[in-house]
């Protein structure tokens, strides 16, 4: 990884060494501007590779490159987007833009659906997470691009694009006509109750549209009866600062501290504090963090713990604590740059520190953690109420629980099933009873709402296994039996029956989350909710 990472700054150095000494020689000594020099040296470069290289290059890809080695020397975050990775970026801010509603990619030749969208028109012609995009207008994708794939599932609002569908069960391609619409990226993924008291969030990431959908959210919530809260932040990659800010506010005292940047250059030094009393500040809240929490995510998590507002249950964050600016620069490309750092209000720094090749960082998730990790001393801080937090290393929870995968630990066996996709595939045999979106099922098996994994599917998916050539561990799978009943409900019930159902089902089994409903009584004694601190100001 690191090797591939460093190749394009290694070649770039290389070219710039050959050139300043072979091409420019004393010229380049002669400026007495160091910047313009540097420019110089980069153009003659470009244009000798432009010139004289064996094979024609492109040189939007020769600049991009440059620029891609030059940012990689800096941080694991910095970063070149060129104008597509810019404008997904984008979207994914605003929350929106016009399609289908789908996420594809190239597996084995072949352009496949990996997620969807409720609502989107996708999600209402039938088409399901696994499916094969085989034709678009009449034309053979085998080998297409993502690139290539969007291009031409992508257009105005309103007009039609015809697609071929290749799914198991189904011995010939579907044909669907799908009409192109605005499409809700939500950031809110399972909103419902637990019991007649507890509201339950899972705030997947962060967008421009956060704060508004979690405002709507708590308010249902309140009307359906919630006295206590359980935020699920696991495996949050974070976002828009501003919207980390928000959600801290609506927990938070106002003028209570959520949050400062530092950094070195103008108006990187910043405070943000709570600017309106939060609606929710007396209500006791139990927030779940996993290894995958990261950045906004870690601003939230933090600031609660911090001013002892909300007990953190869970692993140890990924801890990202760098303000990335994104800049326009032209061509419709843009940087990632950081700026800045962020502390939580006590003053810690959530960043952990990286090695020159990024590697051991940027894999963090994929260790194991230890509950009791030593801690160094310097990084000591204590909450309002005076309880011990620490630095330098993500957001420790107050209470730990392994659960990598979807609240569970299971063996190495079945974590690749879960890579894999096995389980999202398997879901490809079912269809829900009453779905007449896609007319006539083939070979899929009708199911209904509410179905139980009995040991005849867990059999059955089992054959499925075997059918795949996936090499079958008898033990691990007898150990993964609760999470392969989870992970097969699951994401049957994310195909057929939408997500709020199928977290809702996936939360009575998943065994960090059930944990954390067992904290409340903890989490109602922090020292905010009784009047005991003195809040950070």
């Given at each position: 990884m690191s090797k591939h990472r460093a190749l394009p700054a290694v070649l770039f150095a290389v070219t710039v060494s050959a050139l300043v000494g072979g091409v420019l020689g004393r010229r380049a000594q002669a400026t007495a501007d160091p910047l313009t020099d540097r420019y110089r040296v980069f153009t003659a470069a470009l244009a000798a590779v432009e010139q004289e290289y064996v094979e024609d290059v492109e040189s939007d890809r020769l600049v991009y490159s440059a620029i891609t080695g030059m940012?990689?020397?800096?941080?694991?975050?910095?970063?070149?987007?060129?104008?597509?990775?810019?404008?997904?970026?984008r979207e994914r801010q605003e929350g929106r833009y016009y399609g289908l509603g789908i996420t594809i990619s190239p597996l084995d030749g072949d352009i496949t659906v990996m997620a969807l969208f409720e609502g989107s028109p996708a999600y209402k012609k039938g088409i399901r997470r696994g499916d094969v995009i085989a034709r678009i207008e009449g034309e053979d994708t085998k080998g297409w691009t993502s690139d290539q794939a969007v291009k031409r599932?992508?257009?105005?609002?309103?007009?039609?694009?015809?697609?071929?569908?290749?799914?198991?069960?189904?011995?010939?391609?579907?044909?669907?006509?799908?009409?192109?619409?605005?499409?809700?990226?939500?950031?809110?993924?399972?909103?419902?109750?637990?019991?007649?008291?507890?509201?339950?969030?899972?705030?997947?990431?962060?967008?421009?549209?956060?704060?508004?959908?979690?405002?709507?959210?708590?308010?249902?919530?309140?009307?359906?009866?919630?006295k206590r809260l359980l935020l699920d932040l696991r495996d949050n990659p974070g976002g828009p600062l501003d919207q980390a800010i928000k959600v801290s506010d609506r927990f938070l005292?106002?003028?209570?501290?959520?949050?400062?940047?530092?950094?070195?250059?103008?108006?990187?030094?910043?405070?943000?504090?709570?600017?309106?009393?939060?609606?929710?500040?007396?209500?006791?809240?139990?927030?779940?963090?996993?290894r995958s929490s990261a950045s906004a995510a870690e601003i939230v998590s933090g600031a609660l713990q911090d001013?002892?507002?909300?007990?953190?249950?869970?692993?140890?964050?990924?801890?990202?604590?760098?303000?990335?600016?994104?800049?326009?620069?032209?061509?419709?490309?843009?940087?990632?740059?950081t700026t800045a750092r962020y502390f939580t209000p006590s003053g810690r720094l959530i960043q952990r520190p990286w090695d020159g090749?990024?590697?051991?960082?940027?894999?963090?998730?994929?260790?194991?953690?230890?509950?009791?990790?030593?801690?160094?001393?310097?990084?000591?801080?204590?909450?309002?109420?005076g309880r011990k937090v620490y630095?330098?290393?993500?957001?420790?929870?107050?209470?730990?629980?392994?659960?990598?995968?979807?609240?569970?630990?299971?063996?190495?066996f079945g974590r690749a099933l879960f890579a894999r996709q096995v389980f999202a595939d398997y879901a490809g045999r079912y269809t829900a009873e009453g779905?007449?979106?896609?007319?006539?099922?083939?070979?899929?098996?009708?199911?209904?709402?509410?179905?139980?994994?009995?040991d005849a599917m867990v059999a059955?998916?089992?054959?499925?296994?075997?059918?795949?050539?996936?090499?079958?561990?008898?033990?691990?799978?007898?150990?993964?039996?609760?999470?392969?009943?989870?992970?097969?409900?699951?994401?049957?019930?994310?195909?057929?029956?939408?997500?709020?159902?199928?977290?809702?089902?996936?939360?009575?089994?998943?065994?960090?989350?059930?944990?954390?409903?067992?904290?409340?009584?903890?989490?109602?004694?922090?020292?905010?909710?009784?009047?005991?601190?003195?809040?950070?100001?």
């Open positions: 940012l990689q020397t800096l941080d694991p975050h910095s970063s070149f987007l060129d104008p597509r990775a810019y404008a997904q970026m599932l992508r257009g105005p609002k309103g007009t039609q694009v015809k697609v071929g569908l290749r799914r198991q069960g189904y011995p010939e391609l579907i044909e669907l006509s799908v009409e192109r619409d605005e499409v809700h990226i939500p950031t809110l993924k399972g909103v419902f109750m637990i019991g007649a008291d507890t509201g339950y969030i899972r705030l997947n990431d962060f967008s421009e549209t956060t704060d508004r959908d979690l405002g709507e959210a708590l308010d249902s919530l309140s009307a359906k009866g919630m005292p106002k003028g209570d501290m959520v949050v400062y940047t530092r950094g070195r250059t103008r108006n990187s030094d910043q405070d943000y504090r709570a600017a309106d009393p939060g609606d929710f500040g007396t209500m006791p809240i139990v927030v779940l963090v996993s001013h002892d507002r909300a007990l953190i249950v869970g692993e140890t964050t990924f801890g990202k604590a760098l303000v990335q600016s994104v800049y326009r620069i032209s061509e419709g490309a843009g940087l990632a740059l090749t990024f590697d051991e960082y940027l894999t963090y998730s994929l260790r194991e953690q230890k509950a009791d990790a030593p801690h160094d001393p310097a990084n000591l801080k204590l909450t309002d109420a630095g330098g290393g993500g957001i420790e929870p107050d209470q730990y629980i392994a659960g990598p995968v979807e609240g569970f630990d299971p063996t190495r779905d007449t979106r896609i007319k006539g099922n083939g070979q899929a098996r009708t199911i209904t709402r509410g179905f139980t994994v009995d059955d998916f089992r054959a499925y296994l075997q059918s795949r050539k996936v090499r079958i561990d008898d033990e691990a799978m007898k150990t993964d039996d609760q999470f392969i009943r989870a992970m097969i409900q699951y994401d049957i019930d994310l195909a057929l029956f939408g997500v709020e159902e199928a977290r809702r089902n996936l939360i009575a089994r998943d065994p960090q989350a059930q944990f954390a409903l067992q904290q409340f009584e903890e989490a109602a004694r922090l020292p905010l909710l009784d009047g005991a601190s003195t809040s950070r100001r």
